[in-house]
């Protein structure tokens, strides 16, 4: 699975939009792009996924670049409660052993102040 | 919404005891997972099972079996708890390629 690169930490003014980045230039043909978050003692939460084109759903919407290469998590209106980690993983959906493994970098925190 | 259910989410257990860490999903999914998290590591796949009574390894299988007998329950268990075993236990499921949801894990804390 191809490797990502994040910012370490954001902040974020309530209310206003959060754009979290995401590298991920070895990502192969096959290869989503998946969005967690985990908030302080809960489990990860799945956010969304993408292949190629931009995705949007009740929580976020992501954006892929032409090549790739980057993405973007898009939390349109920030809340307090979305204060978390914000992890983007690039995995394949084939089968096989190795596709069902998530591997969780560090992440970014994304701290949503008043 | 996807329910995953971990039994406990706190957990103390002496050194040398078995250990069980239950994980029940409602939507029917075929793939399971178990996972810990630990501080600067990450999540490490432990062992996963893509049908009843299959299972494979990930990473950090060692000192740690699983079971499923039906689809809707997955079970880790540590034969023989040691201290290096404290960490967050998190388990999931997933239908076939189709993203993983989690529960909200067990802490467990081996003394």
């Known amino acids: 699975d191809a490797k990502t690169t994040q910012p370490p930490s954001m902040d974020c003014a309530e209310g206003r939009a959060a754009n979290l980045p995401c590298n991920h230039s070895t990502i192969s043909g096959n290869e989503y792009v998946y969005w967690y978050r985990q908030i302080h003692s809960q489990g990860p939460q799945y956010i969304i996924h993408g292949l190629k084109n931009n995705e949007t759903n009740e929580m976020a919407s992501l954006i892929i670049t032409e090549d790739r290469k980057s993405s973007t998590l898009i939390l349109p209106h920030a809340t307090l409660r979305d204060t978390a980690v914000y992890y983007c993983i690039v995995r394949g959906n084939a089968g096989g052993t190795s596709y069902g493994k998530l591997t969780f970098g560090q992440g970014t925190i994304l701290t949503v102040h008043p | 919404d996807v329910k995953v259910t971990q039994s406990s989410r706190y957990l103390v257990k002496r050194t040398g005891e078995k250990v069980f860490l239950e994980c029940v999903q409602d939507?029917?999914?075929?793939?399971m997972f178990w996972y810990r998290q630990d501080p600067g590591l990450g999540l490490r796949l432990i062992y996963f099972s893509y049908d009843v009574k299959m299972k494979e390894k990930g990473d950090i299988p060692e000192g740690y079996s699983v079971s499923r007998e039906k689809k809707e329950r997955f079970s880790l268990i540590l034969e023989s708890a040691s201290t290096n075993q404290t960490s967050m236990y998190l388990c999931?499921?997933?239908?076939?390629?189709?993203?993983?949801?989690f529960g909200d894990g067990t802490r467990l804390s081996i003394l």
């Open positions: 939507m029917d999914h075929e793939n």
């Open positions: 999931a499921s997933s239908p076939s390629s189709q993203p993983q949801h």
